[in-house]
């Protein structure tokens, strides 16, 4: 591996790593990504990403393409947040820390990593250009915000607009090893993901005096039941994804006045497969609810998005022989002599583009503690991807 090569990931990687930017904090980044784009001699154009309703939320996705009127598009995507420091760690999170060839710190594998390779290709691509070849493919180079906040809304915003309108296949550079159960090393290429369903559950029971419970019905012991219930729901399984699961993440209700409460809310999220479905799971979970025989009134509803919509990160599985995908596994046994194929058992914004039909993987330089204290990816690796990227841009023999 070139030394220069590394230096230069490792210390762009550290750049990254020391701004502060967990979920509805990315103006920094975005502003750097911008720039950075801008020094190397691209185009980046500001995509604004905003959101009124809950959370008062304006930042911006950053795009750069490279358009040679081609048949074909590339989408090329690194998402710029992190999530929010975790105790525990002995590394400094917020500052790179290079220990054997591996880069420890706050997203330094979910995603700022990817997002090094993703400025790295870019840069190459313009220097092949400017030396006078041509790429193969239109490639649109995304780095986008909010992918760890609930909405997912930079991949919703780029999704919506005319930029996604000609993609025909999309690379996402999460740490795929970070994503699989399996450990298969990089290059390791996820050509499939569990989805993510989420639903709110409601229960109005009647309020009462604390000392006499018997003449009210009590929201939160009825959400217990519900709770357990919910564990009992049978989900589909299908190969080769790990086994859907469920969780109740979020919960809401009485207050501390001596009464019975009469309000419970939970939030379920359901890790599935692509044989599941998100009308037939609600209509399972409302038949659980009825077999309670609850005295509270209950309700289930869809989690809604920033724009009232179901948020429903989409389950998919695509045809390893899809041309995209094989040209691309070709390319990582040319450059790394061997490629593993796995599918994602977490959600994120691929679970977007694939629901907007375009074919979709990730392919991530190789990580481990995503979300965890101790997060680091494989430096080399970074590199590697780089170099596999821009191959594959400059493929031409594509039929
Ligand atoms: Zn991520």
Known sequence: MNKDEMNKACRLLNDLISIYSPYFKEHEISEFVYRRMMDIGANPVKQEVTEARDYNYKCANVISTLNFDKAETILINAHMDTVYPTEGWTYPPLKGSLVDNEVYGLGSADMKGGLVSLLLTLEECLKRIAEGMEPSFNVVFLASVDEEGPYSMGAKTFIRSKYADNVDFSIVLESTRGLSSSNLSFPAIAHGSRGCYLYEIKVTGKSAHAADPAS??????????????????P????????????????????????????????????????????????TRIA???????????????????????????????????????????????????????VTSM????????????????????????????????NLADVV??????????FWKQLK
């Open 287 to 341: 038949e659980m609810l009825r077999s309670l025989n609850l005295d509270a009134k209950t309700e289930v509803n869809y989690m809604k998005d920033d724009l009232g919509e179901p948020m429903i990160y989409n389950p998919y599985l695509l045809d390893r022989k899809n041309r995209y995908i094989d040209l691309l596994a070709k390319t990582c046994s040319k450059r790394e002599g061997k490629v593993a194929f």
């Open 235 to 282: 989900l589909e399984k299908h190969e080769p994804f790990d086994d859907p699961v469920s969780n109740v993440i979020w919960i809401n209700g009485g207050e501390r006045a001596l009464s019975t409460p009469e309000k419970c809310s939970i939030l379920v999220d359901f890790h599935v497969t692509p044989s599941e479905d998100p009308a037939r799971l609600k």
């Open 384 to 393: 590697k991807l780089k170099d596999i990227l821009t191959e594959l841009i």
């Open 346 to 377: 977490c959600v994120g914004d691929f679970n977007h583009f694939a629901g907007k039909g375009i074919p979709t993987v990730v392919l991530g330089p190789d990580g481990e503690n995503l979300h965890r204290a101790d997060e680091k990816v």
């Open 216 to 233: 009210g019905a009590n929201a939160i012991d009825a959400m217990a039941e519900i709770i357990s219930g919910i564990k009992k729901i």
